[in-house]
């Protein structure tokens, strides 16, 4: 359920098999092992000093019911090891039921991401947009719905929260004090999607969202609009840019913000090279943030890389403080199955 925003969007078909280990198979019944494990050696925006972090650790089960050739049911669940860095406990991750067809897409309804989780541009791995659309929103819940559709040339995600459960948890990573979310229960709803196409090397969408939440102590209202295109017509390079306009309203306070980001990667056998730079700029306080980071990693196995990254995030605007640290580094090894 954690994903950075700059991460590469990976887009699998609607239809297509899971990934993942294999661990039975039978008259139509297939249960996929699935999981990912990131240790990373880093510093950060408020301390130059090295410590070693926990990002991912991550498995869960993926069953599927074939009805036909062309329909089939199914259920994941997902054991979160590490829902913060270096937590200590175990939490779940998404849990859903969903619906698979071969040419219609797919349906999920649980605890799950909406479209947002998949937004972004370029292979930073720690240090790029921070954050550009507010992480109050909830793209990330129990009362999840979402759609997913992919004939290889044109592509769609719709995604829906409503936000009616307040549990009374806490959340036990920040000392068991504290509320999972501040404004659970406030039903609130949120809705977000793109849609895309593949063409000539292009791959280009369009992202919409929205937010309001009117019954919270701080009602927030927040909407997004993005346009992400990527292209890949030479051989082992990719480019890709992504703008991003943010309309907040957090209790009265204006929060609007425009972002613009530009990323590229090159292969070169078992190396990637990657770079990025991003800016944002926010309307009320005249504050401007800027992002930078080079990466390189290296494929140990397909799904096994170690990597190294340095960044430079810089804060600057009338009564803004800057970051403790403005330059960032990272050395990482993350497993996927």
């Not at 907040?248 to 090279?273: C, E, F, I, P």
Request: glycine residues 10%; contains cysteine; negative net charge.
């Amino acid at each position: 359920m954690k994903k950075t925003l700059l991460a590469l969007a990976v887009l699998a078909a609607a239809g297509s098999a899971q990934a993942g280990i294999e661990i039975y198979n039978n008259e139509g019944v297939t249960v996929n092992l699935k999981g990912d494990i990131e240790i990373t050696y880093q510093n950060s925006t408020s301390s130059a000093s090295m410590s070693q972090q926990i990002e991912d650790a991550d498995f869960g089960f993926d069953v599927r019911y074939a009805m036909n050739d062309q329909v089939s049911i199914g259920a994941y669940w997902e054991f979160n090891g590490s829902d913060s860095n270096n937590a200590t406990v175990t939490k779940n991750g998404d849990n859903y039921v969903a619906l698979y067809t071969a040419d219609f897409g797919s349906i999920k309804f649980g605890r799950l991401c909406t479209a947002i989780d998949d937004i972004g541009i370029g292979n930073d791995y720690q240090f790029g947009i921070n954050s550009f659309f507010d992480k109050n929103t909830f793209e990330c819940q129990d009362e999840a719905v979402r759609y997913d559709y992919d004939n290889g040339m044109f592509y769609a995600t719709l995604g829906y929260v409503q936000n009616k459960l307040n549990d009374g948890s806490t959340d036990y990573t920040k000392g068991g004090n504290t509320d999972i979310a501040t404004n659970q229960g406030s039903e609130a709803d949120y809705i977000d999607g793109y849609l895309g196409a593949r063409f000539a090397g292009f791959d280009a969408k369009v992202i919409l969202a929205d937010y309001d939440n009117d019954n919270d102590a701080a009602p927030l209202s927040s909407s997004l609009l993005g346009l992400e295109v990527a292209y890949s017509g030479v051989e082992n390079l990719n480019l890709s840019v992504g703008y991003y306009s943010a309309d907040k309203d957090q209790a009265g306070s204006n929060k609007d913000n425009d972002t613009w980001a530009l990323a590229a990667d090159y292969t070169l056998g078992k190396v990637v090279l990657g770079a990025g730079y991003s800016q944002s700029e926010f309307d009320a306080s005249d504050k401007e943030q800027t992002n930078s980071f080079v990466n390189a990693a290296y494929k140990v196995l397909p799904a096994v890389k170690v990597y190294g990254e340095v960044a430079k995030r810089e804060l600057s605007g009338t009564g803004v403080t800057a970051f403790t640290n403005e330059n960032l580094a990272a050395v990482g090894v993350t497993a996927s199955f």
